[in-house]
């Protein structure tokens, strides 16, 4: 595991700009979408990290949490992929909603990246493997991002895998 703490939301967002510039570094044998669940309180920075990573991405839109509209597309042309979808679970129920919202075609097309806020409330749908972030409000602005890097290690509550993935 890699822990960063930011001191600034634009500290936060470079955070996600800086994981997009180890996305172009990783070897890109894929064979579903990178999945990437996003843990945390209300007000510990996910939304601010999308930012970041969409811009990086070369996501041209403004990135806001799509909690109404629980999943937005943007297009990208970014190392092999084409969509950056942006889910926010925060207002689901159950995972059984997103199903409905046609995740498992998301999943299963390697051209997508797919970033889940709350992804705690859909864990019985994700893949198997999945680059799990964890945030954490320290106070004022500064925030502890702590990144799974473990493969298919399972954590503590939600039980997530994730995918070999170096910070």
């Known amino acids: ?60 839109e403004s990135v806001l949490s799509p909690t109404f509209l629980i999943l937005k597309q943007f297009p990208i042309s970014f190392k092999g992929y084409a969509n950056f979808y942006h889910i926010d679970a925060y207002r689901l129920k159950n995972p059984k909603e997103l199903s409905e919202l046609g995740f498992k075609d998301l999943i299963d097309n390697p051209e997508n990246i797919i970033v889940i806020e709350w992804a705690d409330k859909v864990r019985k749908i994700l893949p198997k493997s999945v680059l799990l972030i964890k945030f954490k409000n320290l106070g004022r602005n500064v925030r502890k991002i702590t990144f799974n890097s473990k493969r298919k290690t399972q954590i503590s509550k939600p039980q997530l895998k994730t995918k070999n993935f170096k910070i």
Request: proline share 2%; charged share 25%; aromatic share 2%.
């Open 1 to 60: 595991m890699d822990t960063i703490i930011t001191e600034s939301a634009e500290s936060t967002k470079n955070a996600g700009s800086n994981l997009a510039k180890k996305l172009k570094k990783q070897p890109n044998g894929k064979k579903e979408a990178l999945v990437i669940a996003l843990l945390g309180d209300l007000g510990s920075g996910k939304t601010t990290f999308i930012q970041g990573l969409a811009a990086g991405l070369g996501v041209k």
